[in-house]
Nanobody, 125 residues
Framework: QVQLVESGGGVVQAGGSLRLSCAAS????????MGWFRQAPGKEREFVAA????????NYVDSVKGRFTISRDNAKNTVYLQMNSLKPEDTAVYYC??????????????????WGQGTQVTVSS
């Protein structure tokens, strides 16, 4: 089992920045690919970004490319999502997720085995 706890959400004006953190505990963190997802009210959960267990491969949804950066610190068992130039449409509950490492980063929520409880991000216009 891997336990995931997100933090860093909040309310920010459009154009502002936030950094989300996801701390992992339980089984060793290193062999897991990590992902960030988000879910807005009335919408399905959608992929935002993923990072390989080595931290060398990343993948982003087109709508956040150039604005968001995913990274990880395996020594701290933590994955981050730096969000810049935030837009009102980024408003959602953000979740981190983990899955055993694979040769391809996965973008579909069912591919992930472990999930955090989520953190709210609200971007005001």
């Amino acid at each position: 089992q891997v336990q995931l706890v997100e933090s860093g959400g909040g309310v920010v004006q459009a154009g502002g920045s936030l950094r989300l953190s996801c701390a992992a505990s339980g089984r060793t963190f290193t062999p897991y690919d990590m992902g960030w997802f988000r879910q807005a009210p009335g919408k399905e959960r959608e992929f935002v970004a993923a990072i390989s267990w080595t931290g060398t491969i990343t993948n982003y949804v087109d709508s956040v490319k150039g604005r968001f950066t995913i990274s990880r610190d395996n020594a701290k068992n933590t994955v981050y999502l730096q969000m810049n130039s935030l837009k009102p449409e980024d408003t959602a509950v953000y979740y981190c997720a983990a899955r055993p490492r694979d040769i391809v980063l996965q973008r579909m929520p069912p591919a992930y085995n472990y999930w955090g409880q989520g953190t709210q991000v609200t971007v005001s216009s």
